[in-house]
T-cell receptor
Framework: GAGVSQSPSNKVTEKGKDVELRCDPI?????LYWYRQSLGQGLEFLIY????????KSGLPSDRFSAERTGGSVSTLTIQRTQQEDSAVYLC??????????FGSGTRLTVV | AQRVTQPEKLLSVFKGAPVELKCNYS??????LFWYVQYSRQRLQLLLR??SRESIKGFTADLNKGETSFHLKKPFAQEEDSAMYYC?????????????FGTGTQLKVEL
């Protein structure tokens, strides 16, 4: 596609429920990243996929968070048993190997 | 470990005044530095990167390895510059293409 697409754009969920966030990167971009944007916290790195290499999961805050990337394209970020502190904007970005990032518009997650 | 510090959460200047958004970094190797900008209700987008040594929308930034800084500057602020600005670092010697971001500075240009 022309840009990085994320869905849903907004998600309200009850505490304890699982959520799935989707990212469709730019075609041909080998790298895909997930970040979390919270007020006053800046952009917090979550996970990074590069080609067929094992993902860098060093930023995932707990084992409730996981992500996968199927066929080197679409990625899904899953948060299990959501907590109120998970409320944030989840941003996806993609890049050609060493290039600058192109960001999606994000998914605003609200846990009530 | 990589770290980016943006000491100002909010910077308010008058239109036509000079702007300097501060960014300091911590990294033991050779870094690449970037500035990203997010205008109201728009996506985060790349503003400039130090290896390009270019001026975008009148903004420049010089990497100072001695002071470990990459401050963003513009001689005359415009109203349309009001936005959130993030400084980011990529560690060339490790971490792949992963960027570490600062906490951001909200720039408000007043008339």
């Amino acid at each position: 596609g022309a840009g990085v697409s994320q869905s849903p754009s907004n998600k309200v969920t009850e505490k304890g429920k699982d959520v799935e966030l989707r990212c469709d990167p730019i075609s041909g971009h080998t790298a895909l990243y997930w970040y979390r944007q919270s007020l006053g916290q800046g952009l917090e790195f979550l996970i990074y996929f590069q080609g067929n290499s094992a993902p860098d999961k060093s930023g995932l805050p707990s084992d409730r968070f996981s992500a996968e990337r199927t066929g080197g394209s679409v990625s899904t970020l899953t948060i299990q048993r959501t907590q109120q502190e998970d409320s944030a904007v989840y941003l996806c970005a993609s890049s050609i190997n060493t290039g600058g990032y192109t960001f999606g518009s994000g998914t605003r997650l609200t846990v009530v | 470990a990589q770290r980016v510090t943006q000491p100002e959460k909010l910077l308010s200047v008058f239109k036509g005044a000079p702007v300097e958004l501060k960014c300091n970094y911590s990294y033991s190797g050779s870094p690449e530095l970037f500035w990203y900008v997010q205008y109201s209700r728009q996506r985060l987008q790349l503003l400039l990167r130090h290896i390009s040594r270019e001026s975008i929308k009148g903004f420049t930034a010089d990497l100072n390895k001695g002071e470990t800084s990459f401050h963003l500057k513009k001689p005359f602020a415009q109203e349309e510059d009001s936005a959130m600005y993030y400084c980011a670092l990529k560690g060339v010697t490790g971490g792949g293409n992963k960027l570490t971001f600062g906490t951001g500075t909200q720039l408000k240009v007043e008339l």
